[in-house]
């Protein structure tokens, strides 16, 4: 029932896209089996269905801990921007390489991400600043940091000029799954991190008090559930993740770094999430659903000749669709009651 | 206009509101059944009832706020829609709700002049507002913002704002739960001159004794009907109750508290705090003694501190000095809920969707607010198990009426989630057990078990401090009692050796240290550590 | 020396007045109760909507008014959402600002790079002759002394007049007010649509006048930053047009460092207003008292209308 929104959505979605090209004088159903189904149809294709479903994935589910406690970490995109500075500047400047060179990286990213999401937390409980601007702003400090490392210390020499970093070494990529594609061992990264999130979420008490924090706080003070603790929780493991899947790309289908870290996965996380109804298991669908999305935006980058930002037009549509659907299914079926119950007993 | 620029039809036989057959269904519930409702020029009406009995719904329909699905209304002789509260002010009802609609940002005269359509001139309406408060003797200052008022103050604020729409029928939503003893006197004094004025009044109330006083005829409603016209003059409360609830109401077994088990369970020595809402209290000084195995009872109107010392006692605020605080000698000043849970200190809070349980949640998962020791949470992992066991325990202990440990807290009636929450706070066996308004807003039954409960917790050996608005709940279960009033605490007194109208007194911070009948260890020793 | 001064406090006023309009027109949006996360959308919508206009017509004018109704749109959209399907504000204005972000580069496809060049006006050719601060005062396009406009205008609304009044109450007290019988519904989305008519006015400002060339994303984080400043101006229009010119300072200090040739990279340069805002965020948030006391206590809370 709870996941009837999201279905909703989804179909509403469809509709408006297809409605789009039919205004662009295109045939729909052309257009559906391009944008939708011919993307995923040879192994190929699937395989880079899962390479970006996974960091949207891996961040939603660490952004989904926060967002049930009500810490509202819009700083995905910095924090995964920081990971792959972290993480490829280690493989970067480091002089050996080697086994270690990897598991080292992924700490790195992680930690890098942690810093990042670090400060909104802190400026957050010392000082009440708002988390949602002050990790938004951060998003453009680390776009620009990264920026000027790849257009200046950290261009690579022998490149042309591009702006671009040296190539990683092997020992710094993950090791590709299925030869012939581009999906690595980054994905079962992602795969840990759902059943920890589902585990810490449904069956551990510290998921129960962040949830109690999120869903009626003065019941938390009651309890004596600390909303500083959740304020850190909440967004360390969103930065955690979205560090982690800096390191993905990085260490991924990238190998290099570039003056972007990431085609706006932070901010395409948080709609994962929402999507995924704030629940690990959920989001696993949803992360699938984004990814076809982003694919659907390529190929009408190609086809159509659209801008590649026009896939934030549907992944915004997308997010009224569900909270629309969201609210009128609630509204009909549980809202409506409940509150005529509440004016009987008041 | 002025209310006495118009002389009103006074004669007895004037219909001012006339209601029939009024229903109102929702999918749960019948709220309204069939209401006869007829309201004479000039009368003091009182709309009796218990809560869940209809009364708000009804004034919400005359108000415009809800629609009637079945019935008609009658104003001054003519049928009438009314759909909007500004439809039903320009007919001429005034309103004054019991939860106050003011903005405390905005000063006196910013709130009235919300309460009046189209452009206002802010200088000439602070001239009717004084002329006004002169006139029924509700003190006001127009310029004073109303975060920085009493509780009375406010009241009177949203009085004149309704009288300043010269309105012919007034109604009164349990105006008396905010005012002492002496503030309703005034207010009474108020209504008769309105009356007199020939406005009409409904004053809605479940205070049989105040409604006896100032009432000419009562209509109540129990379960969404009308059970009774009459006068209330000529009954007796007991009469009134059976009306009300249709049997007698059930009397508290209470015995005088036999023997004193530990004495100085709760210990709280020259307590100040600070309050940091700049809309609330700061306490002084406060110094109080509950022995185990006994009932002592704050009296006060809500906005005199009771949420600030609540606060303070539970943990969610730390006090500054460790010791103001101590528990069987140990002092837990700087510990916060989790901990003092842990000692034996269990709180019931007022609100209870959104504190005292999350309204969203199961009921097994509002158990694990505050029972999460072992066995229900163990290495960090919640046990399902031993959580199912723990709330049926709780639902069949204090006849919890509810669709089972899956239910959610906000599908529970206010009183059923009250007995569930108090029956949580008791099976957890505390040492101590702090309640803020017990019965608030939960039906006669309910209450009477509460209270009955709150009895033999005691018996059991608790230290139970109760804080409620309710004297005569105070007086029916609490063995020594004292008055919370701006921030301080009075002495404290064996409630065999006092009564309501000193109690009333003390509400309005006048009280003699000659009354003081605490020991000079209780009066404000510090626990030497 | 002074004619340096002037150009710097030229160029304060000019970068900072795309904050004012967005950040003045998000401070009537939240005093009603309401918070639109979305500005950043709404100003890119308003921008090339704006410069279509203005390219198509050879007027500004009608690419600013262009810009109004986009943005007014792109709000009731939001205000479906989070107004009457009462849906959680943050949510519903962070999807408009994906939106309205995608929506401005679909809409500005064919654009991209293209700048508007229109003749002279001859009002301002006029106006250049008066003595001695002709050429100043023809430096600042109207909208400059349009947004001083707005900003009188705004304040004597919000304390002056009884439509303010209501709309301070809806925004303390949503339920009180709907008790009294005021329509709080519909005077949140005229205050949210009027957010959203300023937002597109600060995009086309931007994009028309201030840089008059479409490029993806040419906001780069406006939107956001008047969001902050509405906070530390702790709801205040006054404030609000101080901080916007402090912004409109930092901004100015960025592009007179790159042109000085100061050794400071770029990026650091463009990093300053965002730094700035988290510290100045920082320094007023921090005194709760004052937070409490004037944020609109309701902002961000869904209203459920009776019945």
Redesign the interface.
């Known amino acids: 029932m709870q996941y009837a929104s999201p279905l909703i959505a989804v179909l509403l979605t469809a509709v408006f896209g297809l409605l789009l090209c039919v205004a662009a004088g295109r045939n729909p159903w052309a257009a559906l089996y391009t944008f939708t189904i011919s993307p995923v149809s040879t192994l190929y294709g699937v395989s880079e269905l899962l390479i970006k479903a996974a960091p949207l994935i891996l961040i939603a589910v660490g952004l989904a801990i926060g967002f049930q406690a009500n810490v509202?970490n819009?700083g995905a995109e910095g924090q995964l921007t920081i990971g792959a500075i972290f993480s490829g500047g280690l493989a970067l400047h480091v002089a050996s390489d080697g086994v270690l060179l990897l598991p080292a990286m992924i700490i790195a990213g992680a930690v890098g991400g942690m810093v990042w999401a670090a400060l909104p937390a802190l400026?957050r409980t010392?000082?009440?600043?708002?988390e949602?601007?002050?990790s938004?702003?951060?998003n453009?400090?680390a776009q620009?940091?990264l920026?000027?490392l790849i257009?200046?210390p950290w261009r690579d020499p022998q490149g042309f000029n591009f702006p671009q970093s040296k190539p990683l070494v092997a020992d710094a990529l993950y090791p590709i799954l299925v030869p012939g594609t581009r999906l690595n061992a980054g994905v079962l990264i992602v795969l840990v991190a759902v059943i920890v999130g589902w585990f810490v979420l449904k069956?551990?008490?510290?998921g129960?008090q962040l949830?109690?924090t999120g869903?009626?706080e003065?019941?938390a003070?009651?309890?004596?559930?600390?909303t500083t603790r959740a304020i850190w929780i909440g967004m360390l493991a969103g930065g955690a993740a979205a560090g982690l899947a800096g390191v993905g790309e990085v260490a991924g289908p990238l190998g290099q770094l570039f003056p972007t870290a990431s085609p706006g996965y932070g901010?395409a996380a948080?709609?994962v999430a929402?999507l995924g109804r704030l629940s690990p298991i959920g989001i696993l669908f949803s992360g699938l659903f984004m990814s076809l999305l982003y694919l659907s935006g390529e190929a009408a980058q190609i086809e159509l000749?659209?801008?590649s930002?026009?896939?934030?037009?549907?992944?915004?549509?997308l997010?009224?669709m569900l909270?629309?659907a969201?609210?009128?299914v609630n509204?009909t079926i549980v809202?409506a009651?409940?509150?005529?119950?509440q004016?009987?007993?008041? | 206009m002025m209310p006495s620029d118009i002389k009103l039809a006074t004669s007895p036989s004037a219909v001012r509101l006339a209601l029939r057959g009024i229903t109102k269904s929702y999918p749960s519930v019948v709220a309204n059944d069939g209401i006869d409702l007829t309201v004479e020029a000039g009368r003091i009406h009182a709309v009796l009832g218990e809560n869940g009995a209809g009364k708000s719904t009804l004034m919400k329909i005359i108000f415009g706020v809800v629609q009637p699905d079945v019935g008609t209304i009658h104003w001054e002789g003519a049928p009438v829609e009314i759909s909007t509260p500004g439809q039903a002010k320009r007919l001429g009802i005034g309103m004054v709700f019991q939860h106050f609609s003011l903005f405390e940002t905005l000063t006196a005269v910013e709130n009235v002049a919300l309460g009046i359509p189209g452009r206002s001139d802010l200088a000439a309406l602070s001239s009717q507002i004084v002329a006004l408060s002169d006139r029924y003797g509700l003190p006001v200052d127009p310029g004073r913002a109303v975060h920085s008022m009493s509780v009375g103050e406010r009241q009177r604020v949203e009085i004149i704002r309704a009288l300043l729409q010269n309105p012919r029928l007034l109604i009164m939503d349990e105006p008396t739960s905010v005012l002492a003893p002496q503030a309703v006197q005034k207010l009474f004094g108020t209504l008769r001159q309105l009356a007199a004025e020939g406005c009409s009044i409904l004053y809605i109330s479940h205070k049989l004794d105040e409604i006896r006083e100032l009432c000419d005829v009562a209509t109540i409603l129990r379960g969404g009907k009308v059970t009774g016209i009459c006068d209330p003059r000529q009954e007796t409360a007991s009469n009134l109750a059976r009306m009300m609830i249709g049997r007698e109401i059930p009397a508290c077994r209470h015995a005088p508290a036999s023997t004193i088990d530990d004495p100085g369970r709760l210990t709280i020595a020259n307590l100040s705090v600070k309050s940091d809402d700049p809309f609330g209290v700061d306490l002084h000084d406060i110094s109080l003694i509950v022995h185990g195995g006994e009932i002592v009872g704050l009296a006060g109107i809500s906005g005199n501190g009771q949420r600030e010392l609540m606060a303070a006692l539970s943990g969610e605020t730390l006090a500054d000095e460790p010791s103001s605080i101590s528990l069987s000698r140990v002092p837990i000043g700087s510990l916060g809920p989790r901990q003092r849970r842990r000692l034996g200190l269990c709180f019931v809070p007022e609100e209870r969707l959104g504190r005292g349980a999350v309204p969203s949640l199961s009921l097994d998962e509002n158990s694990l607010l505050t029972a999460n020791g072992t066995p229900m949470v163990q290495a960090g992992m919640m046990q399902p198990a031993k959580i199912r066991t723990f709330t049926e325990r709780c639902i069949a202990t204090f006849n919890v009426m509810c669709g089972g440990p899956d239910a959610a807290a906000k599908s529970l009636s206010g009183g059923n989630l009250q007995k569930l929450i108090m029956a949580r706070e008791v099976l957890q066996q505390p040492k101590v057990l702090l309640v803020s308004q017990p019965t608030w807003g939960v039906d006669v039954g309910a209450a009477a078990f509460i209270r009955q409960s709150l009895v033999d917790l005691r018996n059991a050996g608790t230290a139970i401090l109760v804080v409620s608005e309710e004297l005569d709940e105070l007086f029916e279960i609490c063995d020594r009692i004292a008055v919370i009033a701006k921030g301080r605490v009075s002495p404290i007194r064996p409630v065999s050796a006092t009564d309501i109208k000193d109690i009333g007194l003390a509400m309005t911070g006048l009280w003699s240290p000659a009354d003081d009948t605490r020991t000079p260890a209780e009066k404000g020793a510090r626990i030497a550590n | 020396m002074s004619g340096v001064l002037i150009s710097i406090v030229i160029a304060t006023l000019v970068a900072g007045t795309p904050l004012v309009y967005a950040a003045l027109g998000e401070l009537v949006t939240e005093k009603s109760g309401v918070l639109n996360l979305g500005v950043e959308g709404m100003m890119l919508t308003g921008a090339i909507v704006g410069f279509i206009t203005a390219t198509a017509t050879q007027s500004i004018w009608l690419g600013v008014l262009a810009a109004m109704l986009a943005g007014a749109l792109l709000a009731t959209l939001f205000a479906v959402i989070a107004i009457t399907l009462v849906a959680n504000q943050v949510a519903a204005g962070l999807a408009l600002a994906v939106f309205g972000t995608g929506l401005s580069s679909l809409l500005g496809k064919g654009y991209t790079g293209t700048s508007l060049v229109l003749p002279p006006s001859p009002v301002a050719a006029t106006v250049s002759q008066v003595a001695w601060v002709g050429q100043y005062l023809t430096q600042l396009h109207p909208l400059v002394y349009l947004s001083w406009l707005l900003f009188a205008a705004i304040s004597y609304f919000l304390y002056r007049t009884k439509a303010g009044l209501v709309l301070r109450a809806v925004g303390e007290s949503p339920a009180s007010a709907h008790a009294i019988g005021y329509p709080v519904v519909r005077i949140r989305y005229l205050a949210t649509m009027f957010g959203g008519a300023m937002a597109g006015v600060a995009g086309a400002y931007l994009a028309t006048i201030y840089t008059a060339i479409w490029t993806e994303g040419m906001t780069a984080g406006r939107g956001w930053i008047a969001l902050a400043l509405v906070v530390f101006a702790t709801w205040r229009p006054a404030r609000v047009l101080l901080g916007a010119y402090l912004f409109g300072g930092v901004t100015t200090a960025q592009l007179f460092g790159q042109v000085a040739g100061i050794p400071v990279p770029p990026e650091v340069m463009s990093s300053l207003p965002f730094l700035a805002t988290i510290i100045v965020l920082v320094l007023i948030t921090r005194n709760r008292t004052l937070v409490r006391m004037n944020a609109p206590p309701a902002l961000g809370q869904p209203f459920h209308a009776n019945g």
Not at chain 1, 221 to 226: D, E, L, P, V
Not at chain 1, 309 to 317: H, S
């Open positions: 509202w819009i400026l010392r000082f009440n600043a708002n949602i601007l002050v938004l702003m951060l453009y400090v620009l940091w920026s000027y257009y200046g069956r551990t008490f510290v129960f949830r109690v869903l009626a003065p019941a003070r009651y309890a004596g559930f600390s901010y948080i709609i929402f000749n659209l801008p930002a026009t896939t934030g037009l549907f992944q915004g549509a997010l009224f909270l629309a969201d609210l009128l509204y809202v009651p409940a509150r005529r119950l004016e009987k007993i008041s």
